[in-house]
Structure formats: structure tokens, C-alpha cells
């Protein structure tokens, strides 16, 4: 009788390689956060030391974003990934059933067929029943050959959904490392700066800390007219003042805290829109507007040449945004940053 051997379950593969993805990524995390920061210079005055705050505030913001992204796509992978292993498991179940049924066609074949086919005719004491049993032969041998194109089929598909689910197993193991990077990035970057602050004179701090104190509280100020790029533009940029003055936190979604994009992202989505999550990757949701005359209220506004920075238009030549660490979400001068273009949803 033909043998087969039944594999191993795909699913204790799939805890494995999972298992070994995620210490992976977690010992390479606690290697990147282990590493220190650069020193930075020591500010002469209370404006250079301004500068190099606000340097490393948009530097951090930058790995943020990106971190934020990583964060996204690790989301997407996790799904695509545990989606093609239990594509896997699926297929390797469907070829176990498919071997079984080729052991039992095999088996029955060489009941029925282990005699020569002319002696047993001329033994046979019954001509028509053999006749009979030859047919059935025939029909035995057509279903092993498609059995086992089945089962080849079914192999090859095996092998190719294997491939893909390793393939984005390894994906998910870089974006995983990726996320550790950039967020040891940022927290570096924030050391830094807290580094510069601390080593000013308290009277310099209380400096920095007062001009912080009245740009915030400039949000009192609202820009007078502007007609709104569209109603659901209108309905971001209402959601998004009904957020005035809550802190700006690295990763802040809402609706306690914000970072840019996630305000602009947490305003769109109360009109009813879903913006992808960065201020890079919104920068690209619509259509472009470079002309600052022709903003409307509610479009997005990106800032910097690698469009790190995002903020809503608020008309009269302001934006609406959560600027950095220390401040508020707050209405800015698009002016104090560079412009790139406006983005209409």
C-alpha cells in the first residue's frame, strides 16, 4: 500500500516565526534605545540657545512623523501577515485532505488491479462482472491522475503562499526595527534640547519660558474672515478649533493631545474623511495649492522642504496647527514657517 506522511500543523510554524519576529524586533529596539545622544554645543545666548531648541524640536518632529508612519505600517503589515498565514494553514489543510484521498485511491487500486488484467479475464468465471471491474479500474487510474494533479496544484500554491507570507514576515521585522530607531530618534533629539535648557541660567529659562507662555496665548487671537475650501473643510477646521489649547505630545492622536498631523488627521476625520496619518503622506491626499491667495479655510497647509509640518488655514494669513513641544494647539502666522503649498480635500 502507498504511504504518505501527513505534516507538521502550519500553525506551530506560524507561533514560531512570529515568536522569533518579535524578539527580534525587541532586542533591536533596546539596542537603539541604549545609545546615547550627541552633546550638544553650549548656546552663548538666549536666542542661539532658542535656535538650537527649535532645531531639535523640528528634528524630532521629523523622526515623529516617520515614526508615526512606521507605526501605520506596521499596523498594515500585522494584518497582511496574520491574513497570508492563515492562507497557509488553509492550503497546507487542503493538501493533507488531498494526499489522504491519493492513499486511498492508491490503496484501492492495488486491491482491484494487482493481477494481470488478461489473466484475470481468462480465470474469471465471469466475463461481464470483470468486465464491470475493468471499467471501474479505468475510472480508478483517471481519478489518481487528477488526484494528483490536484494535489501538485495545490503544492504549488503552498509553496507560493509561503514565500509571500515569509517575505512580508521580513517586512514586518524591518518596519518593527524601523519604529524602534525613529523613536529612540526623537527622545534623543528631545535630551538634547532639554540638555541646552538645562544648562541656561534660571533667568534665561524664565526668558524661553515667558515667550512660550505669550505665543500660546496668542491663540485668543482669531484670524478674521476666509471663505472655507469646502463643507467638509469647514467641518475639519470647526473640529480642529474645538481643539485650541490642548498640548502638543509626539504621537498625540487626540483627543487630549496632539502632534500636527494628528490634529489635521482628528479634525478631517470628524467631517467624515480619513487622511492617512503623516504630514508627508497628507501632503500628498488632494490637490495641491501653491498660491497662499488662493488657501481656503479647512485646507491643509504643509510646511518645510521634506513637508514634515501640516496645519489647517484659518484665513487672514494664519494657520491653525499644533507648532511643538511646550506649546499649545494654536493659531500661528503661516509666515514663521517656510510654505510649502496648501492641500485642498
Known amino acids: 500500500m502507498a504511504s504518505h506522511r501527513r505534516p507538521k500543523p502550519a500553525s506551530r510554524t506560524r507561533v514560531t516565526v512570529l515568536t522569533a519576529t518579535a524578539a527580534a524586533a525587541v ?73 489522504d484521498s491519493l492513499g486511498t485511491i492508491a490503496a484501492s487500486q492495488y486491491r482491484t488491479g494487482g493481477i494481470d488484467p488478461s489473466l484475470q479475464l481468462f480465470l474469471s468465471s465471469n466475463p461481464d462482472s470483470y468486465l464491470d471491474q475493468a ?4 475510472q480508478i487510474s483517471s481519478l489518481q491522475s487528477s488526484a494528483l494533479q490536484q494535489l501538485q496544484d495545490a503544492k504549488r500554491t503552498l509553496d507560493q503562499e509561503r514565500a509571500e507570507a515569509t517575505s512580508k514576515l521580513a517586512e514586518l521585522q524591518a518596519t518593527r526595527t524601523e519604529l524602534g530607531q525613529r523613536k529612540t530618534e ?37 484670524p478674521i474672515g476666509g471663505k472655507p475650501a469646502s463643507g467638509r473643510a469647514a467641518a475639519a477646521y470647526a473640529a480642529a478649533q474645538q481643539e485650541l ?46 498660491s497662499e491667495s488662493q488657501l481656503g479655510v479647512g485646507d491643509l497647509v504643509i510646511f518645510y522642504g521634506d513637508h514634515h509640518h501640516v496645519g489647517l488655514y484659518a484665513g487672514d494669513g494664519m494657520v491653525l496647527h499644533a ?13 514663521d514657517m517656510p510654505f510649502q503649498f496648501g492641500v485642498r480635500i
Not at 323 to 335: C, D, L, Q
Open 135 to 138: 471499467t471501474a479500474l479505468d
Open 245 to 290: 489649547n490642548k498640548p502638543y505630545v509626539y504621537g498625540g492622536n487626540g483627543p487630549k493631545s496632539f502632534d500636527c498631523s494628528g490634529l489635521t488627521s482628528y479634525a478631517y476625520r470628524q467631517a467624515g474623511v480619513n487622511l492617512p496619518r503623516t504630514a508627508a503622506e497628507q501632503a500628498n491626499a488632494g490637490t495641491r495649492i501653491y
Open 27 to 99: 532586542a533591536l529596539s533596546a539596542q537603539a534605545a541604549n545609545a546615547a545622544p550627541a552633546k550638544p554645543s553650549k548656546p552663548t545666548t538666549v536666542k542661539d540657545a532658542k535656535a538650537q531648541v527649535d532645531t531639535l524640536y523640528s528634528q524630532a518632529e521629523q523622526a515623529t512623523e516617520k515614526y508615526n508612519g512606521a507605526s501605520e505600517k506596521l499596523k498594515s503589515l500585522q494584518t497582511e501577515a496574520g491574513s497570508l498565514q492563515d492562507q497557509v494553514a488553509r492550503q497546507q489543510e487542503h493538501l493533507n485532505t488531498l494526499r
Open 186 to 222: 526623537a527622545k534623543n533629539k528631545l535630551a538634547q534640547a532639554q540638555a541646552i535648557l538645562n544648562g541656561l541660567t534660571a533667568a534665561q529659562r524664565q526668558q524661553i519660558s515667558d515667550d512660550a507662555a505669550r505665543a500660546n496665548r496668542s491663540t485668543g487671537r482669531v
Open 323 to 335: 507648532p511643538k513641544p511646550g506649546t499649545v494647539v494654536r493659531y500661528e502666522a503661516i509666515s
